[in-house]
């Protein structure tokens, strides 16, 4: 019995990216690192610049500096990691999604969309 081919521009995007999704060949599954690149680069320099903010606010805290300051510090290293979290989220819509929502099974959908509220849903946890 032989198998399916696997289409080479799916094995392409495997070795490109950097973030998971899986997609459905007929009876294989093939899981890719497909983020898209210009969306890498973006997440990057927002997790470059969120190390900063941390350090910066070790920083502070070792100064004894105001805690207005400081929490103005965190807020803003929270602001760049949710930024980091939405473009994750973009290009995971854009690649992973795109085709797991044009698939003919309903139950890949609601797989798909149940994913993403898991993952990209924040909590106000203590």
Do not use: W
């Amino acid at each position: 019995m032989s198998r399916p081919a696997i289409d080479p521009r799916l094995v392409f995007l495997y070795y490109i990216g950097t973030y998971t999704c899986t997609l459905g060949l007929g009876m294989y599954q093939l899981t890719t690192n497909i983020m898209l690149t210009e969306h890498e680069h973006k997440v990057r320099i927002n997790l470059k610049k969120a190390r900063g903010q941390l350090a910066l606010i070790e920083k502070m805290l070792a100064d004894k500096r105001y805690c207005v300051d400081v929490a103005q510090q965190i807020n803003a290293a929270i602001g760049l990691l949710k930024q980091a979290n939405n473009i994750i989220f973009e290009s995971h819509l854009l690649s992973c999604g795109a085709h797991k929502l044009n698939s003919k099974r309903s139950a890949d959908k609601l797989a798909f969309a149940k994913e993403l509220i898991k993952a990209f849903t924040l909590t106000n946890k203590n």
